[in-house]
C-alpha cells in the first residue's frame, strides 16, 4: 500500500462522525452534521424508523438534503406505515455533500400520533 493510500486511510478513519435524534411523538426527526470549511461531508449509514400509533396508515418521506433542512434534496426515501405498524431503514449508502456544507436527513411531515427516529454516520475528507 502506497504513503498516500495509508495516508487516506488513516483520514477517513480519524474523520468518522455520527448524528442522532430520537424526539416524542409528534416532533419532526431531524440529525444533521454541521458544515466545515475546505470538508466535504459523506453519509454512509443511514439508519431510521418511523412507528404509526394511529388507526390509519401514514405517508411520510426521509429526505436527505445538502446544507440545511431547506438545501438541496440529494436522496429521497418514501414510507407508508400501516396503522399500529413500524417501517425501519438501515442500510450503508453513499450520499456525498457539498464541499463546506451541512448534510442533514430529515422525515416530512411530522404526525400527531407518529414516532420518527433518524441516525446518520458519515465521514468528513478535506477537498483541497
Known amino acids: 500500500m502506497s504513503a ?3 495516508e487516506s486511510l488513516v483520514a477517513s478513519i480519524l474523520q ?29 449509514i443511514l439508519v431510521a424508523s418511523q412507528f404509526n400509533q394511529a388507526a390509519a396508515a401514514f405517508t411520510a418521506t426521509l429526505t436527505i ?19 399500529a405498524g413500524i417501517d ?7 450520499i456525498p455533500g457539498l464541499v463546506a456544507n ?3 436527513a430529515a422525515w416530512e411531515p411530522p404526525g400527531t400520533s407518529i414516532t420518527q427516529k433518524v441516525a446518520i454516520s458519515g465521514y468528513s475528507e478535506v477537498n483541497n
Do not use: M
Open 4 to 6: 498516500k493510500s495509508t
Open 16 to 44: 468518522r462522525w455520527s448524528e442522532t435524534h430520537n424526539p416524542a411523538a409528534g416532533t419532526t426527526a431531524i440529525a444533521s452534521h454541521a458544515a466545515a470549511a475546505n470538508y466535504r461531508h459523506t453519509l454512509d
Open 65 to 83: 438534503r445538502d446544507a440545511s433542512i431547506a438545501g438541496a434534496i440529494l436522496a429521497q426515501l418514501n414510507f407508508v406505515t400501516a396503522a
Open 88 to 94: 425501519r431503514f438501515n442500510q450503508r449508502v453513499a
Open 102 to 104: 451541512a448534510i442533514n
